[in-house]
């Protein structure tokens, strides 16, 4: 008799925020990293957010202040821009859209004591364009600081991501994601959401980390964020996220190559233009040159 697989914990885990992510537009998994390496991080960057000055423009909000680059103002940003868990979940929302996930952002926010509410919007619409059922990224929200709702906790709006035709939803209809350090708050790109009002005496601290289709252009530019002799430093995969990885096909490239060949000093200028083709467009050639690709062929034809 064969004995049934046992099924692997994190596959469980992975399956039970993803189905949570697509009900709702958002989960909150509650120890999702150690309350201490919250702490490391948020040291690291406290001079940072002591010498940023205050946003401007009515979204960002002038009783903000934002900045951004995170892996290259801290070592330990890796351990959350990575983290194994999250990244499976991403890559279960998104994957099916893209040929390859990127980093959207990483901006740190702190919300200053009296700031207003944030207007309420869907981060993906920086791009004018909708294909039903694609998910365009994925955010994650990491606390320095409790989120309680009186000091600003982001608002979400439960259910909105099924609701993108209306701009605005009924303030009675949206949560306060409160979380302490160690938490990560996760929501969809077509989620309804905003910064809530800071009624207390003291900052709301915290960043977002934010992953998208990799064939968008990105919220942030990688390469002047992450100049490769920045990225050099990183480990491959980590640099991959960062823009160091062309989107097949042969999106996203310096001089007609892959940017990771910016990476190897000595292999940065010795090669020519390579490819980057997925396997069904290698295909379509070699069909193509052997003279059997038919004339009048439609996408629809090939499924």
């Not at 951004?68 to 194994?84: E, I, N, T």
């Amino acid at each position: 008799m064969l004995m049934e697989p046992i099924p692997d914990p994190r596959d469980i885990a992975v399956a039970t925020w993803v189905e949570a992510l697509s009900a709702d537009g958002y989960c909150i998994i509650p120890d999702a990293i150690s309350p201490a390496a919250v702490d490391v991080l948020a040291t690291d960057l406290a001079d940072d957010f002591a010498r940023t000055p205050h946003a401007s423009g009515p979204f960002y909000g002038e009783w903000t202040k934002r900045f951004h680059g995170l892996l290259r103002r801290s070592p330990h940003m890796d351990a959350f821009v990575r983290h194994a868990l999250v990244l499976e979940i991403v890559e279960s929302i998104l994957g099916a859209g893209c040929d390859s996930i990127q980093l959207n952002l990483t901006q740190a926010i702190e919300i200053l004591p009296g700031g207003r509410v944030q207007p309420p919007h869907r981060d993906q619409d920086m791009w004018p364009v909708r294909a039903p059922g694609v998910e365009y990224l994925v955010n994650v929200m990491w606390p320095f600081t409790p989120y309680t709702e009186a000091n600003g906790a982001t608002r979400i709006w439960p259910g909105s991501h099924l609701r993108q035709d209306e701009i605005l939803i009924d303030p009675v209809e949206a949560i306060p994601a409160e979380l302490d350090p160690g938490a990560a708050l996760l929501f969809l790109g077509s989620t309804l959401h905003g910064g809530g009002a800071n009624r207390t005496a003291i900052s709301r601290r915290g960043m977002i980390v934010s992953y998208s289709l990799g064939w968008l252009k990105p919220y942030e530019l990688p390469w002047l964020a992450y100049p490769p002799e920045v990225a050099r430093a990183f480990p491959a995969r980590l640099a991959a996220l960062a823009g160091y990885r062309a989107h097949r096909p042969n999106l996203g490239t310096f001089e007609g190559r892959c940017p990771s060949t910016l990476l190897d000093e000595k292999a940065a200028g010795s090669l020519g233009a390579v490819d980057a083709l997925r396997p069904e467009q290698e295909a379509l050639i070699e069909q193509f040159y052997a003279g059997t690709l038919p004339a009048g062929l439609r996408l629809a034809d090939r499924r």
